[in-house]
């Protein structure tokens, strides 16, 4: 286990500069997985080197893949992973160590699940023991696997792999990890496999494999205006192999918006940030603050590993409260911790509603959020889909706990430059689940 490490963040006199975005952690996850049940070579640029996506590694090793990993530039690494085939997993003699990695367990179940004749247990961290599985366990029961959770459907989980058969499947709750489980499952399924989402989330799954040669249709609802991400239907057809091509990852977003809200609220500032993921399924903040009246400026510019990419630039300024509803909460579920910090600056009350998935994340993310807005002078309530935060001009600063959740650590660091006293942050060291370099990239930009 990492040692806590606490960090303080002092008041920033300006922030100025920009930084290329650290590459993205869902992405990373899926390119490891497919590359591991892959038949032949994978070879994965800018792969994110962070706790969570080492775990990842780690567990396609221990079933059977080689894999070699390099230093590549800041923050990633060159992965070449030579697959054991989509039914080719060997069972490891313990269980696979998940760490942290929501995305790792649950994905990585959906493809276990169609292992037939072999059985495996995951596990991970305290965080992970508190994590719904249920989710994952319905649909791949009803697929024909053999699913056994901890008491109240909490890891470790047993999965023994069995033949299965194709199910349609409408997800309960707007899950992108819930619908690639049952799609990676639908892989190894006889017959057609199709899964209903109740909101558009996020897309990667489906890009990478179709790129990686599986028959997978997309049927999107018509959307009200032609940029919205719209619910859609997905359908997989069961598949011999996979053959993901040389890919390299896009920037993460939602590491991203970290610097972009410190852009935002603390004062002069002026910050940029290139190689940024722009997946719509992915963009809701943008929306967001655009409604709160953020200098927020995006170049779309290309394309990298099947996504779109850009990148942003935001500069300090007024602020208003948005209201942010269940519409808008898969497409920007990870940085609705942020728009909370930012609403602690905007003139009015923001609310969002319709987010109790929040509760359900790496810590209660309600819960954390308040508690720390609180602690640093903001005026926040929690409600039980969401929350809501008056703004007051500011935020006094002082002490806040991670809850070792690598959002909330990094939330802390930025609240605390943007802050009058600066704020010290408990067990910051959090950060390391998804962009250890955080802390450099954001002290590089104080001018
Ligand atoms: C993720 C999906 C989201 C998100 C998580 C990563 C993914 O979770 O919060 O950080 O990579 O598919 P849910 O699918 O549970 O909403």
């Given at each position: 286990?990492?040692?806590?490490?606490?960090?303080?963040?002092?008041p920033a006199g300006?922030?100025?500069?920009e930084?290329?975005?650290?590459?993205d952690k869902s992405?990373?996850h899926r390119a490891?997985?497919i590359?591991?049940?892959?038949d032949?070579?994978?070879?994965?640029?800018?792969y994110l080197?962070?706790a969570?996506?080492?775990?990842?590694?780690?567990?396609?090793r221990?079933?059977?893949?080689r894999v070699?990993?390099?230093?590549?530039g800041?923050?990633?690494?060159?992965v070449?992973?030579?697959?054991?085939g989509?039914?080719?997993a060997?069972?490891?003699?313990?269980?696979?160590?998940?760490?942290n990695?929501?995305?790792?367990?649950?994905l990585?179940?959906?493809?276990l699940a169609?292992q037939d004749?072999?059985?495996?247990v995951?596990?991970?961290d305290e965080?992970?023991?508190?994590?719904?599985?249920?989710?994952?366990?319905?649909?791949?029961r009803e697929?024909g696997?053999?699913v056994?959770t901890?008491?109240?459907?909490?890891?470790?989980?047993t999965?023994?792999?069995?033949?299965?058969?194709?199910?349609h499947?409408?997800?309960?709750v707007?899950?992108?990890?819930v619908?690639?489980?049952?799609?990676l499952?639908?892989?190894l399924a006889?017959?057609?496999t199709?899964?209903r989402?109740?909101a558009?989330?996020?897309?990667?799954?489906?890009?990478?494999?179709?790129?990686?040669?599986?028959?997978?249709r997309?049927?999107r609802?018509?959307?009200?205006?032609?940029?919205?991400?719209?619910?859609?239907?997905?359908?997989?057809?069961?598949?011999?192999?996979l053959?993901?091509?040389p890919?390299t990852?896009?920037?993460?977003l939602?590491?991203?918006?970290?610097?972009?809200?410190a852009g935002?609220?603390?004062?002069?500032a002026?910050?940029?940030i290139a190689?940024?993921?722009l997946?719509?399924?992915?963009?809701?903040?943008?929306?967001?603050?655009?409604r709160?009246?953020?200098?927020?400026?995006?170049?779309?510019g290309?394309?990298?590993?099947g996504?779109?990419?850009?990148?942003?630039?935001a500069?300090?300024g007024?602020?208003?409260?948005?209201l942010?509803g269940?519409?808008?909460?898969a497409?920007?579920?990870?940085?609705?911790?942020?728009?909370?910090?930012?609403?602690?600056f905007a003139?009015?009350t923001?609310?969002i509603?319709g987010?109790?998935?929040?509760?359900?994340?790496?810590?209660?993310r309600?819960?954390?959020v308040v508690?720390a807005?609180n602690?640093?002078?903001?005026?926040a309530?929690?409600l039980?889909?969401?929350?809501?935060?008056t703004?007051?001009?500011g935020?006094?600063?002082?002490?806040m706990?991670?809850?070792g959740?690598?959002?909330?650590?990094?939330?802390?660091?930025?609240?605390?430059?943007?802050s009058e006293?600066?704020?010290?942050v408990?067990?910051f060291?959090?950060?390391?689940i998804?962009?250890?370099g955080?802390?450099?990239?954001?002290r590089?930009?104080?001018?």
């Amino acid at each position: 286990m990492a040692a806590i490490v606490d960090a303080h963040f002092a008041p920033a006199g300006s922030l100025r500069g920009e930084l290329t975005a650290p590459p993205d952690k869902s992405i990373s996850h899926r390119a490891a997985l497919i590359g591991g049940f892959g038949d032949g070579e994978t070879r994965i640029e800018r792969y994110l080197d962070a706790a969570d996506t080492r775990s990842t590694l780690d567990a396609v090793r221990s079933l059977g893949a080689r894999v070699d990993a390099a230093p590549g530039g800041p923050g990633s690494l060159t992965v070449e992973i030579a697959g054991f085939g989509l039914r080719g997993a060997v069972a490891p003699a313990g269980p696979i160590d998940v760490g942290n990695a929501g995305t790792l367990i649950r994905l990585l179940s959906g493809l276990l699940a169609g292992q037939d004749g072999r059985s495996f247990v995951l596990d991970g961290d305290e965080s992970i023991r508190s994590r719904p599985m249920g989710r994952v366990a319905d649909p791949l029961r009803e697929m024909g696997a053999a699913v056994e959770t901890a008491e109240g459907g909490r890891p470790p989980v047993t999965i023994a792999g069995r033949p299965l058969r194709a199910i349609h499947y409408e997800l309960p709750v707007a899950s992108a990890q819930v619908k690639s489980c049952v799609l990676l499952a639908g892989l190894l399924a006889e017959g057609r496999t199709t899964v209903r989402e109740p909101a558009a989330t996020r897309d990667h799954s489906e890009r990478m494999l179709r790129a990686a040669g599986a028959d997978l249709r997309v049927e999107r609802d018509h959307p009200s205006l032609p940029t919205d991400p719209v619910a859609a239907t997905i359908g997989i057809e069961p598949a011999e192999r996979l053959v993901l091509p040389p890919m390299t990852v896009p920037g993460d977003l939602s590491s991203a918006a970290f610097h972009l809200a410190a852009g935002l609220i603390v004062p002069g500032a002026d910050v940029r940030i290139a190689g940024v993921g722009l997946n719509p399924t992915r963009i809701g903040l943008l929306g967001i603050l655009n409604r709160m009246g953020a200098d927020v400026e995006v170049v779309e510019g290309g394309f990298e590993g099947g996504e779109p990419v850009g990148s942003l630039r935001a500069r300090h300024g007024h602020l208003q409260a948005a209201l942010v509803g269940a519409s808008e909460v898969a497409t920007t579920i990870d940085e609705l911790p942020l728009v909370g910090l930012l609403a602690c600056f905007a003139e009015g009350t923001t609310r969002i509603e319709g987010a109790e998935e929040l509760r359900h994340k790496e810590s209660d993310r309600i819960d954390g959020v308040v508690g720390a807005l609180n602690a640093l002078g903001g005026d926040a309530e929690a409600l039980p889909d969401g929350f809501a935060v008056t703004g007051t001009g500011g935020l006094r600063g002082g002490e806040m706990d991670s809850r070792g959740d690598h959002r909330l650590a990094m939330l802390g660091a930025v609240a605390g430059l943007a802050s009058e006293e600066g704020v010290t942050v408990r067990d910051f060291g959090a950060a390391r689940i998804s962009y250890p370099g955080f802390e450099a990239d954001l002290r590089s930009l104080l001018a």
